[in-house]
C-alpha cells in the first residue's frame, strides 16, 4: 500500500452549516469546536454552524473557522485508526497540517490564525488590492507579465502555484489588472478576478508577516511527528525553527501547491486525505496526477466513504 497524504484546505473552502453535522455525531469532534469557543473566548462555533455568510468570509473568522473544522474532523479519523505519512495546508490549511502533526498545539494555532488573519486584513487598506486566477498560462510567461504590470502599472505577484495552468496572482488593483490584460494578450486562456478582501501572498503583506513573526517566537513549536511539506519550499520542514522561519515568509511568499502535490508523489504517496470542506484540494491533485487517489472528507457520507476506501486498501 502506498503513502497516506492529509491536505487541508485554506481560504475560500468555508461556508456556513460546515462540521456541524459531524460535530453533533461524534463528541470528539464537539470537543475541538468547543475548545476554539474557550481559546478565543466568543462563540465561533454558532458563527460556523449557523452564521452569515458575510460574517463567517472576514478573514480574521474565516481562518480559525476553517482550522476548527478541519482539526475536528482530523480528530475523527485519528480515533478511527486512520495514519498519514504526511501532511500539507494550502496558505492558511499550513496551521492545520502543523496541529494535526502535533508541531504546534490547537489552541496556540488558533489564536494564532485569528491573530494572522486581522494583521493580513489590515496590511492593505480595503479596496487597494486584489487577487486574480490565471489560466491557461505556463509559469515562466506569467512571471513574465507580472514583472512587466509592477513596473508599469503596480506591485503584482504569483501567489499560488495550483495546479498545472492554474495559477493565482496578486497585488495592487491597478497592477492586477494589467497583468490580467497582458496575460489575455499572451495567450491565457481565462482571467477570473477572485472576491478576496486583500493581495494575500504578496510583497504587500510584508507589515501583517512581520508582526506574525514575533507573535509566532512566543509560540511553542517542536518537530512534527509526520513529515510537513512547506508551501514555501514544497519541502518537508526539518524543525521548530525552520517552522517559524517560513510561516513567517508564508504569508508574502507564493504557495507553491504544483510542487508540494508532486513532491507528496515523488515521496510515494498514492492516497490524498483532503480533511476539511469542499474538495478544491482533490481537484487540484488529479490536475497534477490521474493516478492520485483522493478522498475528501467533510461530513458523515464522505467520512463514512474513507474509512471505507482505506479499508479496502
Known amino acids: 500500500m502506498g503513502k497516506i497524504a492529509l491536505l487541508f484546505p485554506g481560504q475560500g473552502s468555508q461556508q456556513v452549516g460546515m462540521g456541524k453535522e459531524i460535530a453533533e455525531k461524534y463528541e470528539i469532534s464537539k470537543r475541538v469546536f468547543n475548545e476554539a469557543d474557550t481559546v478565543l473566548g466568543e462563540e465561533l462555533s454558532n458563527l460556523i454552524f449557523a452564521g452569515e455568510e458575510e460574517d463567517l468570509k472576514r478573514t480574521e473568522n474565516t481562518q480559525p473557522a476553517l482550522l ?82 509592477t513596473a508599469n502599472a503596480g506591485v503584482v505577484e504569483p501567489a499560488n502555484f495550483n495546479s498545472p495552468g492554474q495559477i493565482v496572482i496578486s497585488g495592487t488593483v491597478e497592477g492586477v489588472q494589467a497583468a490580467s490584460e497582458l496575460a489575455k494578450e499572451k495567450g491565457a486562456k481565462r482571467v477570473i478576478p477572485l472576491s478576496v478582501s486583500g493581495p494575500f501572498h504578496s510583497s504587500l503583506m510584508k ?76 481537484g487540484l491533485v488529479k490536475k497534477v496526477s490521474r493516478r492520485a487517489k483522493v478522498l475528501p472528507v467533510y461530513d458523515e457520507e464522505t467520512l463514512q466513504n474513507t474509512l471505507e476506501a482505506l479499508r479496502e486498501e
Request: one cysteine or more; aromatic letters at 6%; glycine letters at 8%.
Open 68 to 149: 476548527t473544522t478541519s482539526i475536528a474532523i482530523w480528530e475523527i479519523l485519528k480515533e478511527k485508526g486512520i495514519h498519514a505519512d504526511y501532511a500539507a495546508g494550502h496558505s492558511l490549511g499550513e496551521y492545520s497540517a502543523l496541529v494535526a502533526s502535533g508541531a504546534i498545539s490547537f489552541a496556540d494555532a488558533c489564536q494564532a490564525v485569528r491573530k494572522r488573519g486581522q494583521w493580513m486584513e489590515e496590511a492593505v487598506p480595503k479596496g487597494k488590492g486584489t487577487m486574480a486566477a490565471v489560466l491557461g498560462m505556463e509559469r515562466e510567461a506569467l512571471v513574465e507579465v507580472t514583472e512587466t504590470a
Open 207 to 282: 507589515p501583517a508577516a512581520e508582526k506574525m513573526k514575533d507573535h509566532l517566537a512566543e509560540v511553542s513549536i517542536t518537530t512534527p511527528s509526520m513529515a510537513v511539506v512547506a508551501n514555501v519550499t514544497a519541502e518537508p520542514v526539518k524543525d521548530g525553527e525552520e517552522i517559524r522561519e517560513l510561516l513567517y515568509k508564508q504569508i508574502y511568499s507564493p504557495v507553491l501547491w504544483e510542487d508540494t502535490v508532486k513532491k507528496l508523489i515523488d515521496e510515494g504517496v498514492e492516497t490524498f486525505i483532503e480533511v476539511g470542506p469542499g474538495k478544491v484540494l482533490s
